[in-house]
T-cell receptor
Framework: DQQVKQNSPSLSVQEGRISILNCDYT??????FLWYKKYPAEGPTFLIS?????DKNEDGRFTVFLNKSAKHLSLHIVPSQPGDSAVYFC????????????FGKGITLSVRP | DAMVIQNPRYQVTQFGKPVTLSCSQT?????MYWYQQKSSQAPKLLFH???????NEADTPDNFQSRRPNTSFCFLDIRSPGLGDAAMYLC???????????FGSGTQLSVL
């Protein structure tokens, strides 16, 4: 039972345009969400997070939007750069006791020069 | 730089031959995790240590064991690797919980 879903396995975007990566979740207990970025032959690195008390969090070119009623979040990258080409994992957490981080399968983003 | 280091980057073992993967950290984090990631799948948590407190996931096979002899080191032992255990194994750390994990580069395990 996949509780965090990244339904699009890949996305290709022109350099300078916006990249929108989507993520859906099914567990209404999740209250904290993170995005990780992974280059080939490297481990994932933390990118940005958002708490369920917010609907938007911004860090430079990266913005995460959360729609709790739709159980949906998205990562916007503006403007996209070739160095952003990587696999992006959405992850969710219920910040209660004995909770663990649940990852999606990831989206491969390719930014074309 | 403070970091999470995994050795080796690539490990080849034979079917049924025990193998140990290692992880060290210089972040002085309390929590260490082992994840298994197969191609095009989500990373799957195998177990984690909060200090010396071991937490095993219910669906982690008994074939997988872990040791944390001190704060800095953590080991993943696969007692009798099967072909289905071929995967990327990721070690991660965090200060107190799952809010922000720091990952190593992973060990890609092949089973022949």
């Amino acid at each position: 039972d996949q509780q965090v879903k990244q339904n699009s396995p890949s996305l290709s975007v022109q350099e300078g345009r916006i990249s929108i990566l989507n993520c859906d979740y099914t567990n209404s207990m999740f209250d904290y969400f993170l995005w990780y970025k992974k280059y080939p032959a490297e481990g994932p690195t933390f990118l940005i997070s958002i708490s369920s008390i917010k609907d938007k969090n911004e860090d430079g070119r990266f913005t995460v939007f959360l729609n709790k009623s739709a159980k949906h979040l998205s990562l916007h990258i503006v403007p996209s750069q070739p160095g952003d080409s990587a696999v992006y994992f959405c992850a969710a957490l219920h910040t209660g006791a004995n909770s663990k981080l649940t990852f999606g399968k990831g989206i491969t983003l390719s930014v074309r020069p | 730089d403070a970091m999470v280091i995994q050795n080796p980057r690539y490990q080849v073992t034979q079917f049924g031959k025990p193998v140990t993967l290692s992880c060290s950290q210089t972040l002085n984090h309390n929590v260490m995790y082992w994840y298994q990631q197969k191609s095009s799948q989500a990373p799957k948590l195998l177990f984690h240590y909060y200090d010396k407190d071991f937490n095993n996931e219910a669906d982690t096979p008994d074939n997988f064991q872990s040791r944390r002899p001190n704060t800095s080191f953590c080991f993943l032992d696969i007692r009798s690797p099967g072909l289905g255990d071929a995967a990327m194994y990721l070690c991660a750390t965090s200060r107190t919980g799952f809010e922000k994990l720091f990952f190593g580069s992973g060990t890609q395990l092949s089973v022949l």
